[in-house]
């Protein structure tokens, strides 16, 4: 197991026994996969996805083998949260160059091409779901990232440096310590 499942399992808990991806394959087109024995970019789908799924499946790379999707992890998410259902696909990143310290770790919750999810309410149950940790989250449109948790006080207040008011001291302060490591590589 390398650092980044560690780390998966340590903010989002482990892989669900009881949750198997099915039918979903979001992952398989939507992702970008840039490891050393397999790469693709985001939005084509995978050399080998076939129309019964993956191909190569008994074999398939490693990143294949140990990526999952935030809803294979959050007991919290309901069954239509699954991408396939829910149009949205939702899952830990990790950016080798973050803009800021809130880009280093965070959770994307990514709206798939033709999903109906923010006029469902699907896209605001789930980021509800979502935005109650010590974890950034944002979500994507397909034309922008959009930051949603914390919230634009917070944040503003987390990247600039400047002194919170006492109503959000606690709440900066746990931000800054748990990100500050990313700080200085923005």
């Known amino acids: 197991m390398d650092a980044g499942d560690d780390l998966e399992t340590a903010m989002l808990g482990p892989v669900l026994a009881d ?55 959050d007991a919290g998410l309901p069954d239509e ?36 999810a923010i006029g469902n309410g699907m896209a605001a149950a789930m980021l509800d779901r979502l935005c109650d940790r010590l974890i950034p989250v944002w979500f994507s449109d397909g034309a922008k990232k959009m930051l949603m948790h914390p919230d634009n006080d917070v944040a503003r207040l987390i990247l600039s440096g400047d002194a919170p008011p006492p109503a959000l001291r606690d709440e900066v302060a746990a931000w800054r310590e748990r990100y500050g490591a990313f700080a200085d590589r923005g």
């Open 19 to 73: 949750r198997s991806c099915g039918d979903c394959t979001a992952c398989c087109t939507t992702l970008t996969v840039d490891t050393p024995d397999f790469a693709k970019p985001a939005g084509v789908p995978c050399v080998h996805l076939t129309t019964g799924g993956c191909g190569i499946h008994p074999v398939r790379p490693g990143i294949c083998r140990t990526w999952f999707c935030v809803w294979r992890r």
């Open 81 to 116: 949260a699954r991408p396939d259902r829910s149009g949205l696909l939702v899952s830990l990143n990790f950016v080798r160059a973050p803009q800021n310290c809130l880009e280093g770790v965070s959770i994307n919750v990514r709206l798939l091409p033709g999903s109906d």
